[in-house]
């Protein structure tokens, strides 16, 4: 998969959507800006348990939003990969599968 051409284009997907949703699209954002603000837990912490979920969920726009925003925050790929072990023992051979994909992404985002 071409994760940077994937992403672009549900960016531009999800933009068609928010003109026709905008006050879902402004509580989802005010949500997520509260969510990932740094407290006790610092936004990559919060970034991996997101990566973790979306691995579970198998959401493919999920695992690339969450990895872009990994990279974004300095993840290092050992980071990476021990948060993908977790996901996979979590989540079995699915999980393991979603995984393999978030590495994926992290080498092409990392790029």
């Known amino acids: 998969m ?7 284009e549900t960016e531009k997907n999800i933009g068609v959507l928010s003109k026709e ?19 006790a837990l610092s936004e990559k912490t919060k970034e991996f348990i997101a990566l973790g979920i979306a691995i579970s969920t198998r959401c493919d726009s999920c695992i690339g939003f969450h990895v872009r925003s990994l990279v974004r925050l300095k993840a290092t790929r050992e980071e990476m990969c021990e948060a993908l072990a977790m996901a996979t023992y979590m989540g079995g051979g699915p999980s393991y599968a979603f995984s393999a994909k978030a590495l994926e992404a992290y080498d092409e985002f990392s790029t």
């Open 2 to 8: 071409d994760w940077k051409k994937y992403i672009g």
């Open 21 to 39: 949703i905008p006050e879902t699209v402004k509580g989802f954002g005010q949500m997520g800006k509260a969510a990932k603000a740094d407290g």
